[in-house]
């Protein structure tokens, strides 16, 4: 079992910056891919960003390419999400979540097992 919890989000002005953190429970959390997925009001979830155990491999959804960088840290067992140049759209409710058995489940929602709460992030114009 691992446990996601997720914090960072608040509400930022368009073009401000904010970094989000999950930490996971668990002694297999740095063996997991972890992804960033989002959902605003009205819409369903999309994908963000990904990266695999190691971090050596990365996805991005095109909309927040070159604005948004996963990283990770598996001496702390945690994910950020650094989210620059921040726009009205980019609104939502962010989740990350971990998948132990696919190695770079990248956009598969289906492919994570283990979801956080999620935390709200509100960019204003």
């Known amino acids: 079992q691992v446990q996601l919890v997720e914090s960072g989000g608040g509400s930022v002005q368009a073009g401000g910056s904010l970094r989000l953190s999950c930490a996971g429970a668990?002694?297999?959390?740095?063996?997991?891919?972890v992804g960033w997925f989002r959902q605003a009001p009205g819409k369903e979830r999309e994908f963000v960003a990904a990266?695999?155990?190691?971090?050596?491999?990365?996805d991005y959804a095109d909309s927040v390419k070159g604005r948004f960088t996963i990283s990770r840290d598996n001496a702390k067992n945690t994910v950020y999400l650094q989210m620059n140049t921040l726009k009205p759209e980019d609104t939502a409710v962010y989740y990350c979540?971990?998948?132990?058995?696919?190695?770079?489940?990248?956009?598969?929602?289906?492919?994570?097992?283990?979801w956080g709460h999620g935390t709200q992030v509100t960019v204003s114009s």
């Open positions: 979540a971990a998948s132990r058995t696919f190695i770079r489940p990248g956009a598969q929602a289906s492919a994570y097992a283990y």
């Open positions: 990266n695999t155990r190691s971090g050596g491999y990365t």
């Open positions: 668990g002694r297999t959390f740095s063996n997991c891919a």
